[in-house]
T-cell receptor, first 113, second 115 residues
Framework: GDSVTQMEGPVTLSEEAFLTINCTYT??????LFWYVQYPGEGLQLLLK?????DKGSNKGFEATYRKETTSFHLEKGSVQVSDSAVYFC????????????FGAGTQVVVTP | SAVISQKPSRDICQRGTSLTIQCQVD?????MFWYRQQPGQSLTLIAT?????????ESGFVIDKFPISRPNLTFSTLTVSNMSPEDSSIYLC????????????FGEGSWLTVV
C-alpha cells in the first residue's frame, strides 16, 4: 500500500539557518503530495502542495519539488525563524480514493534565537 | 478555501462516557473525513463520512466505537463511545472538494483527555 517516510526529529536549528526535511513515498500511480504544519497547541495547516511530477509548491518561504524519479518531496527553507518552530507532516493523497491522506510520522523543528 | 469549525475544541471526559464532536463547514463539500492524532503521533484516518449513508471505516476502527453521521454536505459528527484513557487524542475533521483542486483542509481539532 501507499506509505510516506519522513526524517525523524527533532531537528534543532539556529535562526537564519537552512532547513531541509526529507520525505519519500511509495505509491502506485501519481499521487498528490502535501506538507502540513502544526504549531504548538494548534490544528493542522496546509503549507504547500504539488499535484504532478516536477511541480514545485511554495509558501511562506518554504519550497518542495515533486520528484518522481526519486519518489521524494523534500521540504526546504533558506532562512528559518523562531516562529517556524512546529511539527511538519508530509502527506500523500491516496490514488485509489480521492481526498484520503496518508501521513508521515512528522518532524519536530525547533529554531533557537 | 473552506472554513471548518469543530466543537468542542477541548474537553476532559470521564472513563466510560461518550462524546460527540461536531464538524461544520462554511460551504458544501463532497468529501469529509475524520482523523485521530494520538499524543506525539502522526494522524491516522478513522473513516470517510458519506453523506446520506453509512461511513466507510479504515482498518482498526469500527462503527460501534466511532459512530459517524453526515446528514448533509456541510456537517458531520463523530462520537467516541465508551471512552478509555487510550482514546485521549486530537480528533480532526478534514474536507475536500474538487472545486478546491487537490487541497484537503483541516479543522482546528478537538483535544480530548479521558480520565
Amino acid at each position: 500500500g501507499d506509505s510516506v517516510t519522513q526524517m525523524e526529529g527533532p531537528v534543532t536549528l539556529s535562526e537564519e539557518a537552512f532547513l531541509t526535511i526529507n520525505c519519500t513515498y511509495t505509491a502506485t500511480g501519481y499521487p498528490s503530495l502535501f506538507w502540513y504544519v502544526q504549531y504548538p497547541g494548534e490544528g493542522l495547516q496546509l503549507l504547500l502542495k504539488a499535484t504532478k511530477a516536477d511541480d514545485k509548491g511554495s509558501n511562506k518561504g518554504f519550497e518542495a519539488t515533486y520528484r518522481k524519479e526519486t519518489t521524494s518531496f523534500h521540504l526546504e527553507k533558506g532562512s528559518v525563524q523562531v516562529s517556524d518552530s512546529a511539527v511538519y507532516f508530509c502527506a500523500l493523497g491516496a490514488t485509489d480514493s480521492w481526498g484520503k491522506l496518508q501521513f508521515g510520522a512528522g518532524t519536530q523543528v525547533v529554531v533557537t534565537p | 478555501s473552506a472554513v471548518i469549525s469543530q466543537k468542542p475544541s477541548r474537553d476532559i471526559c470521564q472513563r466510560g462516557t461518550s462524546l460527540t464532536i461536531q464538524c461544520q463547514v462554511d460551504s458544501q463539500v463532497t468529501m469529509m473525513f475524520w482523523y485521530r492524532q494520538q499524543p506525539g503521533q502522526s494522524l491516522t484516518l478513522i473513516a470517510t463520512a458519506n453523506q446520506g449513508s453509512e461511513a466507510t471505516y479504515e482498518s482498526g476502527f469500527v462503527i460501534d466505537k466511532f459512530p459517524i453521521s453526515r446528514p448533509n454536505l456541510t456537517f458531520s459528527t463523530l462520537t467516541v463511545s465508551n471512552m478509555s484513557p487510550e482514546d485521549s487524542s486530537i480528533y480532526l475533521c478534514s474536507v475536500g472538494d474538487r472545486e478546491y483542486g487537490n487541497t484537503i483542509y483541516f479543522g482546528e481539532g478537538s483535544w480530548l483527555t479521558v480520565v
